[in-house]
């Protein structure tokens, strides 16, 4: 784990292009594809700055696909989809043909299913195998939940699903899907920015004390971890 803090938003949103564009370079060099996963709450507004100044040529060789995502239609405040549709897209050069959407025909579980099938094939992999994303973008709630993994919750424990759906989330909407830890930890690297003093407590429990808290569990097995912090975040960080 690499906690990096900086003095304020400007220069996480900075740190965070510098780190993007370096992964972004490594796998396009070695796979011709960058692929990476989305967070929402606070990360669409990091991403979009720091994605509104990225001038590469090959940003149109990036996939974005989503940590997680509310079972909401993307025309809904709540949607993630729909929030990246607007702050970020118009910002550049993207294309929403390179954003790996949900399917919201069936029910949640459905949902859930399509989305590990749509993710496989385009990692063109079987069943039963781990795709191993170039990134994931990730945020931490005031309860230590990432993605849609909140605490003490039953798919802390799924250990084959690599996309799962909940129903019963904490923070509203409840209905959404989710990457797992058998996936999430598969990336070769994960990435939490996070700013304000909001973030400070659970920053320490999680990142200093490491209690055993759905954030602390993401630990990449042969990634790379950062934590990019302003310094209100990272006020107990030595
Ligand atoms: O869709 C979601 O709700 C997120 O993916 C969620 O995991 C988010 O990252 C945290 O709740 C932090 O949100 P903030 O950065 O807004 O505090």
Redo the contacts with the bound molecule.
């Keep these: 784990m690499n906690i990096i803090v900086v003095k304020n938003e400007a220069e996480v949103v900075e740190k965070l292009k510098q780190e993007i564009e370096q992964r972004s370079e490594e796998a396009l060099k070695t796979r011709g594809v960058f692929r990476l996963g989305l967070?929402?709450?606070?990360?669409v507004s990091y991403l979009s700055s720091a994605l509104e100044s990225i001038k590469s040529s090959d940003l149109d060789k990036w996939q974005f696909f989503f940590?997680?995502?509310?079972f909401v239609p993307d025309t809904d405040g709540d949607s993630?989809y729909g929030v990246y549709k607007t702050a970020l897209i118009p910002k550049t050069t993207l294309k929403e043909k390179q954003f790996v959407w949900i399917d919201l025909s069936g029910s949640v579980e459905n949902c859930a299913e399509d989305y590990e099938k749509k993710i496989l094939k385009e990692f063109s992999m079987e069943k039963a195998s781990v795709p191993r994303f170039d990134l994931l973008l990730?945020?931490?709630?005031?309860d230590g939940?990432?993605?849609?993994l909140f605490p003490g919750h039953a798919l802390l424990e799924e250990h084959h699903k690599l996309i799962a759906s909940i129903d019963d989330s904490p923070?509203p909407p409840p209905k959404?899907i989710t990457m797992t830890l058998p996936l999430i930890n598969n990336a070769s690297c994960c990435i939490f920015a996070?700013c304000g003093e909001g973030?400070a407590d659970m920053v320490k429990r999680v990142f200093v004390d490491k209690e055993s808290l759905p954030a602390g569990m993401v630990k990449p097995t042969n990634g790379d971890l950062l934590c990019i912090l302003d310094e209100a975040a990272g006020k107990y960080v030595k």
């Design positions: 967070s929402g709450g606070s990360l940590c997680d995502e509310r993630t990730l945020g931490m709630g005031p939940h990432t993605c849609s923070k959404r996070m973030k």
